[in-house]
């Protein structure tokens, strides 16, 4: 019996209880190549679908973060280790069979990308990161998530939209931001649901961020490409601050393509159907 189009589409699903987290991942693809790739805030592993049409040589396994897609966390104050990412990522390969593979880690996502570099650089064969958080934090999120008290009273200020503004206004009055930041964070925090992510998620992933040291250690005796994608009218990752430390590391090109931070994953499959050499 033949397939419909829709059923093609309908994405086969893994499950990976680590720890804290029950973490649910989509296998996208059926080509012999592989990447596995993680999705920034607000969205869930099927950002890649589209991709994965794009690459028909390759499989993507793009994973549901926490309080995203079907990935259930159980206790919001035990944040996401390391340890924890590398039993995810050890698991999945073990599972599929997985020798070799690629990356990809959008915004916040991105913070996944370092623990697993560290641990599997021989098996990688190249890095995209895409409008990456967890290189270079902002002043926002060192605010937010630091200390334990800017962490209750960052919970507090979650709940009450009047004083998410007037943060925002605070820190526009002081300079410490981008405008064109702060209207966007504004916007998106409109809704309660959408506060209430951020605060899980910002605190739930804060320890994974970049070792520079360690980043470099990783990467500096393998062959493995490190691409870093910018959109040119990004609202949140912007590469002035990221492209000091990119000029740093070895293998590593910086493209920045035509979008805005929402649309990034989808301007860089444009991006990639026309230039297919990125994933070579």
Same mark, same amino acid.
């Given at each position: ?47 890649? =679908? ?5 690459? #028909? ?24 280790? &390391? ?13 599929? @069979? ?12 991105? +913070?996944?990308?370092? #623990? ?8 990688? =064969? ?5 409008? #990456?958080?967890?290189?270079? &934090? ?40 981008? =405008? ?9 925090? &409109?809704?309660?649901?959408? +506060? ?14 970049? @070792? ?27 590469? =002035? ?40």
């Amino acid at each position: 019996m033949d397939l419909s189009e829709n059923e093609l589409k309908t994405p086969k699903n893994l499950n990976f209880t680590i720890a804290n987290d029950d973490f649910n991942c989509r296998v996208l693809g059926t080509g012999k190549k592989i990447i596995i790739a993680f999705h920034g805030f607000g969205q869930d592993g099927n950002v890649f =679908q589209t991709l994965s049409e794009t690459l #028909p040589d390759y499989t993507i396994y793009a994973v549901d973060l926490p309080f995203h897609g079907n990935t259930k966390t159980d206790n919001i104050q035990i944040t996401l280790s &390391e340890k924890s990412v590398i039993s995810l990522t050890d698991k999945l390969i073990n599972s599929e @069979n997985i020798k070799e593979f690629s990356l990809i880690g959008f915004s916040i996502g991105a +913070r996944l990308l370092f #623990p697993i570099i560290s641990i599997f650089s021989l098996k990688i =064969q190249k890095i995209i990161f895409i409008a #990456p958080d967890g290189i270079s &934090e902002s002043v926002l999120y060192r605010l937010a998530t630091g200390t334990s008290i800017s962490r209750r009273l960052f919970r507090s200020l979650m709940r009450s939209e009047y004083w998410v503004n007037s943060i925002l206004s605070f820190i526009s009055t002081l300079k410490l931001s981008d =405008q064109n930041t702060l209207i966007f964070i504004g916007k998106t925090l &409109e809704k309660e649901e959408f +506060r209430e992510r951020v605060y899980k998620t910002w605190i739930y992933l804060r320890k994974l961020k970049m @070792n520079k040291g360690a980043f470099l250690k990783s990467t500096k005796n393998i062959n493995c490409k490190i691409h870093f994608i910018f959109g040119n009218r990004d609202e949140i990752i912007s590469k =002035q601050k990221i492209v000091k430390i990119v000029k740093t590391l070895p293998n590593s090109y910086l493209e920045e393509i035509q979008s805005n931070h929402q649309y990034l994953v989808e301007a860089f499959t444009e991006y990639a159907r026309l230039n297919t050499s990125i994933l070579d």
